[in-house]
């Protein structure tokens, strides 16, 4: 077992996991469909969680008397035809110093994110941990988290972000039989995006969720984002308490199962085509590469890589995890919602620093399942994605022109000589 002593008492325990099923699907939803298998046999750093009933004391002890507020950022009012502004490059890049605690950052929300009152009402009040997925497009199934403690849910809110496309998708399978102001799937709480997104793209509408959680839900004291296509297998406190709390960092997230180099992503982006156009792709790339983004060395220690698996993303909400999340959201909405592409340059730029641990591929696969997409999804829910574009052929990687050259050349452990 990777994940050693989950901690939890005997079965007389009132704090053992949750038994009975949190919700009941019908056989026509095929929530447990397509998981994928994982491969690794052994694990090099184990994560060891501690008792359950002292995690939920010691959390809850937290919430209820410490004195810090999440609410640490100032953020521009003014309205906008652009969800998050889309500034220049420059004007972006001038709020990653954050020597100031009155200058406003752009965070989103310069334009409306439809979502209805009583909704909103709910989710300020949600005050201790919030777990956070979307479903946008009827791209995945909803699926209930496993290993609940008996208490947990005192202490944890569960909200799932939908479009009016996900909740066709629901209807059709009887899981939301009426219009009610507070619909719940299980432990989830589903909160209805309604009518126009902010953006063409529905992957870029899941980021709103995913790095704006702080402002989604201010009055929180830490988070944790999962992926739709995840299952999780842990229980929500245990995981802040043992990748948060015990190891005193802003945030945690998995390394990436193959790459550790900025540029490995990106390349495996244009030739996989999970964002086809590949002329954006090399713009932002250069854009980095002009402003001082480097591969990864030890020189970069703590940090142990410059590419995350994005999927699950645990935070203690302050201004450190707040500003690297508007930070890297203002760059998904410059480029694209390739976010593992922005993470490192806003990450190393970025001031003050956010501490961060980025935990080993085999404990992710421990704490989460993962699922493939939907295969089958209602009429009008294919994501839009650009038409393939090809970059300039003037961008030869053995040619100077190329403002990456050093980049790959350092990647490399090759020199100009």
């Known amino acids: 077992m990777f994940l050693a002593i989950m901690g939890f008492k005997s079965r007389s325990s009132p704090f053992d996991p949750i038994q009975t099923p949190l919700f009941s699907y019908p056989h026509t939803y095929g929530e447990h469909k397509y998981a994928i298998p994982t491969h690794r046999s052994s ?172 402002r989604l839900f201010p009055n929180v004291k830490f988070s944790i984002w999962v992926d739709a296509k995840l299952q999780l297998t842990v229980d929500p406190l245990l995981l802040i308490h043992s990748f948060i709390i015990l190891e005193d960092v802003d945030m945690a997230v998995s390394k990436h199962p193959y790459y550790i180099h900025t540029l490995e992503e990106a390349m495996a982006t244009a030739r996989w085509r999970k964002w086809a156009d590949v002329e954006s792709l090399k713009t932002q790339m250069e854009t980095y590469c002009e402003n001082g983004l480097r591969p990864w060395t030890p020189e970069k220690l703590p940090y142990t890589t410059d590419v995350p698996d994005s999927g699950l993303i645990m935070r203690r909400h302050g201004v450190e995890s707040n500003l690297f999340s508007c930070l890297l959201f203002n760059e998904l909405e410059a480029f694209n919602p390739r976010d593992q592409l922005a993470f490192a340059f806003v990450r190393d730029r970025m001031n003050p620093k956010v501490k961060m641990n980025t935990f080993a591929v085999e404990v992710f696969e421990q704490i989460v399942v993962e699922y493939r997409h939907n295969l089958k999804r209602v009429l009008g829910s294919f994501m839009d994605v650009p038409n393939a574009k090809r970059a300039r052929s003037d961008a030869s990687v053995n040619g100077s022109s190329w403002k990456c050259e050093s980049y790959l050349l350092e990647m490399w452990g090759e020199s100009r000589d």
Not at 47 to 58: L, T
Not at 110 to 118: A, D, L, Q, R, T
Not at 127 to 138: E, L, M, Q, T, Y
Not at 177 to 205: F, T
Request: with cysteine; hydrophobic share 35%; aromatic share 12%.
């Open 43 to 214: 694990c090099v750093s184990p994560v060891i969680f501690s008792d359950y009933w002292m995690v939920f004391a010691e959390i809850q002890d937290f919430c209820l008397n410490s004195s810090y507020s999440p609410s640490v950022l100032r953020y521009p009012r003014k309205r906008r035809s652009s969800f998050s502004g889309n500034f220049s490059a420059q004007k972006r890049f001038s709020y990653f110093d954050h020597s100031d605690d009155k200058t406003e950052v752009p965070c989103g929300f310069m334009k409306e994110f439809p979502i209805n009152g009583s909704d909103r009402f709910l989710m300020r009040t949600c005050k201790d941990v919030v777990v956070v997925s979307a479903i946008f497009g009827d791209h995945d199934k909803i699926r209930q988290p496993k290993g609940i403690g008996s208490k947990t849910l005192e202490t944890v809110c569960f909200f799932m972000f939908i479009d009016d496309i996900t909740l066709r998708g629901l209807h059709a399978h009887n899981l939301l039989l009426d219009e009610s102001e507070e619909s719940k799937i299980g432990v989830w709480r589903i909160i209805r995006v309604r009518g126009h997104l902010p953006y063409k793209n529905q992957a870029m509408n899941g980021e709103i969720p995913k790095y704006l959680v702080h």
